[in-house]
């Protein structure tokens, strides 16, 4: 009878320590539950629209401010609050990561590509820390600010039948950026783009353009474009 109870606790320690490291294995094996450091995640108002970068949860990574790194961890960002919400599998939980403890963060699309977001201090119009999402990286970098503002429509019913006049609409800004210089605002556009040059470099860069076959017509084409030209030593005017 004394074996059978031994047997008995053995398997239940077993089965609750198997539980907790199935839950806990999007962690790697550094991780500690002090690390994360946030608050519950409250729901935003319903409008029309979509207040996150992605309608999934995504396998992403979080750089925190001492360096350290967490990875396979299920991540949302907030174009709308410009927040980093992760998924507590254990208690089933979402958690606004405070972002004073981050560096950065990235995660996986579904098309396998990733995306690098870093935290920067932003010196313009509303100062203070921002998520900017690397679009392109070397002596200047080109950034992105994925915000999501709400804005003024007609007025229609949501789900529950309430009267609004209210939806989440893309905001997004993009700059040019450089430690020493600062952030240089950009539109993705050729003539923006070609406006932020002299006039005597406006030419050469149109040429090497037409000669790499570089039409802009989107984010894609814009950040070709952009490191086609660093590459040959363009100078951006500030």
């Known amino acids: 009878m004394r074996i059978r109870t031994q047997n008995i606790i ?3 320690v077993l089965a609750f320590t198997s539980c907790f490291s199935g ?6 094996k550094n991780w500690s539950a002090e ?14 629209g979509f207040p996150f970068l992605t309608d999934t949860w995504v396998r992403g990574t979080l750089v925190f401010a001492d360096g350290e790194i967490s990875d396979t961890l ?4 907030s174009s709308y609050k410009d927040e980093l919400v992760y998924f507590n ?7 606004t990561i405070d972002k004073a403890s981050l560096k950065g963060f990235s995660f996986i699309e579904k098309d396998g590509s990733v995306r690098v977001f870093r ?6 119009f509303w100062k203070g820390d921002r998520y900017f999402e690397v679009l392109a990286e070397g002596k200047t970098n080109l950034l992105a600010y994925r915000k999501v503002s709400l804005a003024s429509t007609f007025a229609y019913k949501d789900e529950s039948g309430i009267m609004k006049n209210q939806e989440y609409a893309l905001d997004y800004y993009f700059y040019f950026y450089s430690p020493g210089k600062g952030y240089l605002p950009v539109k993705i556009n050729r003539t923006s783009l070609l406006s932020k040059f002299d006039k005597s470099s406006q030419r050469p860069i149109k040429k090497l353009l ?3 076959r570089i039409h802009i017509v989107g984010e894609d084409t814009f950040v070709q474009a952009w490191k086609a030209i660093e590459k040959e030593g363009f100078q951006l005017v500030y």
């Open 74 to 77: 299920y991540l949302r960002y």
């Open 119 to 124: 935290k920067q201090y932003y010196d313009g």
């Open 35 to 48: 690390k994360i450091r946030g608050t519950r995640q409250l729901p935003y108002a319903s409008y029309n």
């Open 23 to 28: 839950s806990a294995q999007e962690l790697n």
């Open 210 to 212: 037409r000669k790499d």
């Open 10 to 12: 053995f398997l239940f």
């Open 89 to 95: 599998k254990t208690i089933s939980v979402q958690i």
